[in-house]
């Protein structure tokens, strides 16, 4: 499950989740750079995808901003619910399902039971939550997870783009309070207590459509708008559910963007990870831009020869998913306490999978890393103790 800040910048206003409104700073110039990772001048930090130049001269909006506009419309809501301290007035209510006494707590406990049997650590995690926010945490996993299967479970062969039209228009009728069964029942009760909207839903679909008809990546703008619709879209569904800490002074845009930076950071690992598995099936998500300038090909990655230009190129694509982790960790510190543990533990062991691709000298085309059983023990009560930790926004404050 992938919670967290990618440094995007937007004219208009910012505020803080608190409330009042305050005139933002100007927006920043970022280097044009092509569309590929680079340095801002006199900075340290990277660009992840920045604004590129059409052959006619004009600006080309990145993949990075058209996210960041998805970004503030689910922020806006969180903040709307917030000034007014009263639950979201959404149109839903399980109006065309005859559900069965004590069929939504069966729904749920179903959800949290295929977490639990999927997702181990991070459903232990969940069970330090509040009751309301543990089960709608558990349907909003076990919706992705069944986006997910459409396009990679045992079936896949047969979906077509009909079938996710069809997944997509349930989706609709789930959130006018329509669902198609129990699993479906769970997710529409849980978006009438939070303020969640059906973009980052429907951003998931698309993910799953772009699976069946694309199996390459230009280049990183391409590949970052990828991740944002099969992972970063998890994060955007969470937070309105994992809620933000009373203490904390950061923007409620800046914790969005946190949540999409981790999930970016889960799929640029999980990418790394499977590059060996991906080209057995034809597929490689790799900048095709940054593979050329590394002096590499499709056919050395079908090869899958470790050769000196791949480890080269794979220290580079493990710096960029880092440097999203490190982006995420400022934000999983502004989350409400009791929801910060899952997310410490899945981003740890998640940056983890890194350090096994390196120690496997790159070889990801017939190894695959993974965290050790003993690790995944270990970064639990490391994980709980970073939750305890003060939000990032109130320590910078003190100082």
């Given amino acids: 499950m992938a919670i967290m800040l990618v440094r995007a910048a937007s004219p208009g206003l910012s505020d803080s989740h608190h409330g009042g409104l305050k005139k933002r700073a100007p927006a920043?110039?970022?280097?044009l750079c092509s569309l590929k990772y680079g340095i801002e001048p006199g900075r340290s930090s990277a660009?992840?995808?920045?604004l590129a130049v059409s052959p006619a001269?004009?600006?080309?909006?990145?993949?990075?901003?058209?996210?960041?506009?998805?970004?503030?419309?689910?922020?806006?809501?969180?903040?709307?619910?917030?000034?007014?301290?009263?639950?979201?007035?959404?149109?839903?209510?399980?109006?065309?399902?005859?559900?069965p006494r004590n069929g939504l707590k069966e729904a749920y406990d179903r959800c949290g039971e295929i977490c639990e049997?999927?997702?181990?650590?991070?459903?232990?995690?969940?069970?330090l939550m509040t009751e309301e926010r543990r089960r709608a945490i558990w349907a909003i996993y076990v919706w992705c997870r069944?986006?997910?299967?459409?396009?990679d479970g045992?079936?896949?062969?047969?979906?077509t783009p009909t079938a996710l039209d069809r997944w997509e228009k349930r989706l609709e009728d789930l959130f006018a309070g329509r669902p198609y069964d129990m699993l479906d029942a769970a997710l529409s009760d849980t978006i009438s207590r939070f303020p969640i909207d059906i973009q980052p839903f429907r951003d998931m679909i698309e993910g799953m459509r772009s699976d069946l008809r694309k199996a390459r990546y230009k280049n990183f703008d391409e590949l970052y708008m990828y991740c944002y619709y099969v992972a970063g879209t998890v994060g955007l569904m969470s937070v309105p559910v994992m809620g933000i800490a009373p203490e904390s002074k950061a923007t409620t845009e800046s914790v969005y963007s946190a949540a999409l930076a981790l999930g970016i950071a889960n799929q640029l690992t999980n990418i790394l990870r499977d590059v060996g598995e991906?080209?057995?099936?034809?597929?490689?998500?790799?900048?095709?831009?940054?593979?050329?300038?590394?002096?590499?090909?499709d056919e050395d990655i079908f090869n899958g020869v470790v050769t000196n230009r791949w480890r080269n190129f794979m220290k580079k694509q493990i710096k960029r998913a880092r440097m999203f982790f490190e982006e995420a960790?400022?934000?999983?510190?502004?989350?409400?306490?009791?929801s910060r543990w899952p997310v410490w533990a899945s981003l740890l062991l998640y940056r983890q999978i890194l350090d096994e691709i390196e120690a496997n000298d790159y070889n990801n085309f017939t190894k695959r890393a993974y965290v050790g059983k003993g690790k995944k023990l270990l970064a639990l009560p490391v994980a709980y103790g970073k939750s305890l930790l003060l939000p990032c926004s109130l320590r910078n404050s003190q100082k």
Avoid at 47 to 50: F, I, L
């Fill in 278 to 297: 991906d080209a057995r099936r034809g597929r490689v998500y790799l900048p095709q831009d940054e593979l050329a300038q590394a002096g590499l090909s």
């Fill in 146 to 151: 069944r986006t997910d299967e459409l396009v």
């Fill in 117 to 127: 049997e999927y997702a181990k650590t991070f459903y232990l995690g969940t069970l």
């Fill in 28 to 31: 920043r110039r970022w280097m």
């Fill in 47 to 50: 660009v992840y995808s920045s």
């Fill in 154 to 159: 045992p079936n896949a062969n047969y979906i």
């Fill in 57 to 99: 001269g004009e600006a080309v909006v990145s993949s990075e901003q058209k996210v960041y506009d998805v970004v503030l419309k689910q922020a806006a809501l969180l903040k709307k619910q917030l000034r007014t301290q009263a639950p979201p007035v959404l149109d839903v209510g399980l109006q065309d399902m005859e559900i």
């Fill in 329 to 338: 960790e400022r934000g999983v510190t502004e989350l409400s306490q009791a």
